[in-house]
């Protein structure tokens, strides 16, 4: 690392950093046989990567989010892999229950995980496996994912229909257990209805802007304004759906930031990566299974308008270790302050944390 890019880092070391969706894992181990419907946990090589990113806390998309499982039985038991996975590693992480969390995780120098869900099919029709799920820790849950369940309509989903009465009970039981209700992925009549249904302020953790870049995953400048209105958070995400290229980069994400910023207000809007902090290697032997894994999605009816076998789910030239600080030293150069910076980084995510979770 040059002496300047030190130097840059440095001075955002002290700003809380949250990631709003993201993950800690190593994309370039090779998957255990016997891990085949669980995600990588953390190795020497992710544990070295996320103490050098700076992050405080990520939300780590954890249950059934699509494919032939059961959601409910999947779900139970993810919970409870990476339970066993703070145990063990909590020298270097702990898991988020409240605000103070994520607080109590950077005093101790460690990293807070947040349990979310990036789909609720695991509700089936009962809604009080919302309870089960926020007695065992989940603290942020997702209504939908691309495609339509019984609460609403995804992104993808071509009727876009409001959020179901199912739905609504489902909402109204996340208000009750103050689990944070996110709306990323979601069509937009859900997205709205469920922004007036619920009775406490609403996230949408990963998306971009539609006024900028008109694709399905990104939101539009009526839901981000409601968002904002009801108190809520906004996180723009580090993914090719910020450009209609699909090779999305870093003065991207910036833009679409800008133009959250620009609509919702500088005290709603952070970042959701969607992304680990671990890069990619070799991204010539990574394309063969890039192309193999949206086949897959394509093939399950999960994958989004902007998805193509030859569009990275990252941004290039931001990512790794460093992307946050780059982002940050990107927002300078524009002529945002300091404050405004450390709003976006984190201080944001935790001041809608205290209001859904208490302090």
Same mark, same amino acid.
């Given at each position: 690392?040059?002496?300047?890019?030190?130097?840059?880092?440095?001075?955002?070391?002290?700003?809380?950093?949250?990631?709003?969706?993201?993950?800690?894992?190593? !994309?370039?181990?090779?998957?255990?046989?016997?891990?085949?419907?669980?995600? +990588?946990?953390?190795?020497?090589?992710?544990?070295?990567? #996320?103490r050098?990113?700076?992050?405080?806390? %990520?939300?780590?998309?954890?249950?059934? %989010?699509?494919?032939?499982?059961?959601?409910?039985?999947?779900?139970?038991?993810?919970?409870?892999?990476?339970?066993?996975? =703070?145990?063990?590693?909590?020298?270097?992480?702990? @898991?988020?229950?409240?605000?103070?969390? =994520?607080?109590?995780?950077?005093?101790?120098? @460690?990293?807070?995980?947040?349990? &979310? +869900?990036?789909?609720? *099919?695991?509700?089936?029709?009962?809604?009080?496996?919302?309870?089960?799920?926020?007695?065992?820790?989940?603290?942020?849950?997702?209504?939908?994912?691309?495609?339509?369940?019984?609460?609403?309509?995804?992104? #993808?989903?071509?009727?876009?229909?409001?959020?179901?009465?199912?739905?609504?009970?489902?909402?109204?039981?996340?208000?009750?257990?103050? %689990?944070?209700?996110?709306?990323?992925?979601?069509?937009q009549? *859900?997205?709205?209805?469920?922004?007036?249904?619920?009775?406490?302020?609403?996230?949408?953790?990963?998306?971009?802007?539609?006024?900028?870049?008109?694709l399905?995953?990104?939101?539009?400048?009526?839901?981000?304004?409601?968002?904002?209105?009801?108190?809520?958070?906004?996180?723009?995400?580090?993914? !090719?759906?910020?450009?209609?290229?699909?090779?999305?980069?870093?003065?991207?994400? %910036?833009?679409?930031?800008?133009?959250?910023?620009?609509?919702?207000?500088?005290?709603?809007?952070?970042?959701?990566?969607?992304?680990?902090? *671990?890069?990619?290697?070799?991204?010539?032997?990574?394309?063969?299974?890039?192309?193999?894994?949206?086949?897959?999605?394509?093939?399950?009816?999960?994958?989004?308008?902007?998805e193509?076998?030859?569009t990275?789910?990252?941004?290039?030239?931001?990512? &790794?270790?460093?992307?946050f600080?780059?982002?940050?030293?990107?927002?300078?150069?524009?002529?945002?302050?300091r404050?405004?910076?450390? @709003?976006?980084?984190?201080?944001?995510?935790?001041?809608?944390?205290?209001?859904?979770?208490?302090?």
């Amino acid at each position: 690392m040059s002496s300047n890019a030190a130097a840059q880092n440095n001075r955002w070391r002290d700003a809380l950093i949250v990631n709003a969706l993201g993950g800690l894992r190593n !994309p370039n181990a090779t998957r255990d046989d016997n891990d085949s419907e669980r995600r +990588f946990l953390l190795d020497e090589r992710t544990i070295t990567d #996320m103490r050098a990113s700076g992050i405080d806390a %990520v939300n780590w998309t954890i249950g059934y %989010v699509a494919g032939p499982v059961e959601p409910y039985e999947f779900s139970v038991g993810d919970i409870a892999v990476y339970d066993r996975m =703070i145990r063990d590693q909590s020298q270097h992480v702990l @898991k988020v229950l409240s605000a103070a969390d =994520i607080q109590r995780a950077r005093r101790e120098r @460690k990293v807070g995980i947040m349990y &979310g +869900f990036q789909n609720a *099919t695991m509700m089936g029709e009962d809604a009080t496996r919302v309870d089960t799920f926020a007695d065992l820790g989940v603290r942020i849950v997702q209504l939908t994912y691309n495609i339509p369940n019984t609460l609403g309509d995804g992104s #993808m989903a071509l009727q876009n229909r409001g959020l179901t009465p199912f739905g609504r009970e489902v909402v109204a039981r996340l208000n009750e257990n103050r %689990v944070m209700v996110d709306l990323s992925h979601s069509g937009q009549n *859900t997205c709205l209805d469920a922004l007036r249904a619920s009775t406490q302020a609403i996230s949408i953790n990963h998306t971009g802007c539609r006024a900028l870049t008109d694709l399905p995953r990104n939101k539009t400048d009526e839901e981000l304004r409601l968002v904002a209105e009801r108190g809520g958070f906004v996180g723009i995400y580090f993914m !090719p759906f910020l450009d209609l290229s699909g090779q999305a980069r870093a003065e991207h994400v %910036v833009a679409h930031i800008e133009h959250a910023l620009n609509v919702c207000g500088e005290d709603v809007v952070g970042i959701g990566t969607d992304g680990p902090v *671990t890069q990619i290697d070799d991204l010539d032997a990574y394309a063969e299974r890039l192309a193999a894994e949206n086949a897959r999605r394509v093939a399950a009816g999960i994958a989004a308008a902007g998805e193509s076998p030859r569009t990275y789910p990252f941004v290039v030239d931001l990512r &790794g270790p460093t992307q946050f600080f780059d982002l940050a030293e990107r927002l300078r150069a524009r002529g945002h302050s300091r404050t405004r910076i450390e @709003k976006i980084l984190g201080l944001n995510f935790l001041r809608y944390a205290r209001d859904i979770w208490g302090a």
